[in-house]
Each structure stands twice: as C-alpha cells, then as structure tokens.
Antibody, heavy 119, light 110 residues
Framework: EVQLVESGGGLVQPGGSLRLSCAAS????????MSWVRQAPGKGLEWVST????????YYADSVKGRFTISRDNSKNMLHLQMNSLRAGDTAVYYC????????????WGQGTLVTVSS | QSALTQPASVSGSPGQSITISCTGT?????????VSWYQQHPGNAPKLMIN???NRPSGVSNRFSGSKSGNTASLTISGLQAEDEADYYC??????????FGGGTKLTVL
C-alpha cells in the first residue's frame, strides 16, 4: 500500500524558512517522480514543484521559483521542500504526491502538512 | 501559468448525469493529452479520478469518464450518487514542463 506522510509544517514569520519532508513507502521510490501541491485555506489546488525519479530534473511554479528547492533522498525514500523567503501567500496545506508520468498526474497523495506564514 | 476555467458549482439529482467543463488554452489543455481530474471530499486529500484525458485508474468507478475537444476538457459522472458530492479539480500539463489546475467545481447531489 502506497503511503506518503508529510511533516515539517508549522507557523513561520514572513521572510522566514521552513523545510518540509515526505516519507514514502509501499512502492519503489527511486522509480517515480514526486511533487508538491499546495492548497490555501478554502481555496483550490496549486502545483508547486516536481522532481524526476533520479533527481536530475526539477520543475517549479513561477510563484515559488527562486525561493523553494525540491530535493529527494532515494536511499531513505524521502522527499523534501526547502522554502525560503516565505510570504503570507504561501500559507497553505502542502501535499506530497507520487507522479505517474513525467511531471504529472498525481497518482497518490499524502494527507498534507499545514504551513502558516504570519507575524 | 494561468488557472484553467471551471464552473464554480454544478448540481444534479441521484441517478442523473452531470458534466464539468475545464477550459484552457493551446499551451495546456489544447496542446497535450495530459488532462487529469481529481475528486476531493472535505478534509481529505485529493484523489485521482481520470488521467490522460480519459483513462480511469484502477479502482475508479466506470461512472466517471473524461473527454476533450480543442481547449476544453470535460468530466462526466453518470448515475449520480450521494457519495459523489465533492469538489472536482481538473489539471493539465502545460508548456515549460509545468502543471496548471482549474479553480475547482463544487458538485452538489440534490
């Protein structure tokens, strides 16, 4: 059974940093691309970033490019999202998702971790 | 990376069929056969219902079907059931190796 468990969310001040993690199990992690998708409170879904299975290709939404960095550790079945220069608009539930193709679709999702950017 | 356009809400009675549209541009929906649909119940993570325009992942009811014409994709749910009441989101692969979502559609089963 595929399981994706996010951690690392919390309250951070504007301009601050946070590192999210996602522990994956139930599939061969190194064979699949992984993504982060976020959802602001009461709002729709927004794709954030995708990383290829071998870590050599990364993709970002314009809204986070230059501030967020996606990475993975295939030896530990872990996905990470380093978030810097956080803004109020980054407040959202961040979901980790297993990718079926190159960049999408998102075949399995974790339950999400809430990031709140506020002073 | 502009969001795809979906109706804010649709409704139908049990047993009926409904269709949710998803309109983009030639740089996303119209340019690739990589449209997906997700179902999200309140408080839960989204669930993939359709990928590659019309493919149903294993375990998804055959009451759900997808199609595309030009820059507009559609999700049809036939034989509407109470459990289908949820938010539905379309997404598409877009030029520049990005992904764009629709704003979401709230389905109410009357």
């Amino acid at each position: 059974e595929v399981q994706l468990v996010e951690s690392g969310g919390g309250l951070v001040q504007p301009g601050g940093s946070l590192r999210l993690s996602c522990a994956a199990s139930g599939f061969t992690f190194s064979n699949y691309g992984m993504s982060w998708v976020r959802q602001a409170p009461g709002k729709g879904l927004e794709w954030v970033s995708t990383i290829s299975n071998s870590d050599d290709n990364t993709y970002y939404a314009d809204s986070v490019k230059g501030r967020f960095t996606i990475s993975r550790d295939n030896s530990k079945n872990m996905l990470h999202l380093q978030m810097n220069s956080l803004r109020a608009g980054d407040t959202a539930v961040y979901y980790c998702a297993k990718v079926f193709g190159t960049v999408d679709p998102f075949e399995y999702w974790g339950q999400g971790t809430l990031v709140t950017v506020s002073s | 990376q502009s969001a795809l356009t979906q109706p804010a809400s649709v409704s139908g009675s049990p047993g009926q069929s409904i269709t949710i549209s998803c309109t983009g541009t030639s740089s996303d929906v119209g340019g690739y056969n990589y449209v997906s649909w997700y179902q999200q119940h309140p408080g839960n993570a989204p669930k993939l219902m359709i990928n590659n325009v019309s493919n149903r992942p294993s375990g998804v009811s055959n009451r759900f079907s997808g199609s595309k014409s030009g820059n507009t994709a559609s999700l049809t749910i036939s034989g509407l059931q109470a459990e289908d009441e949820a938010d539905y989101y379309c997404s598409s692969y877009a030029s520049g190796s990005t992904v764009v979502f629709g704003g979401g559609t709230k389905l109410t089963v009357l």
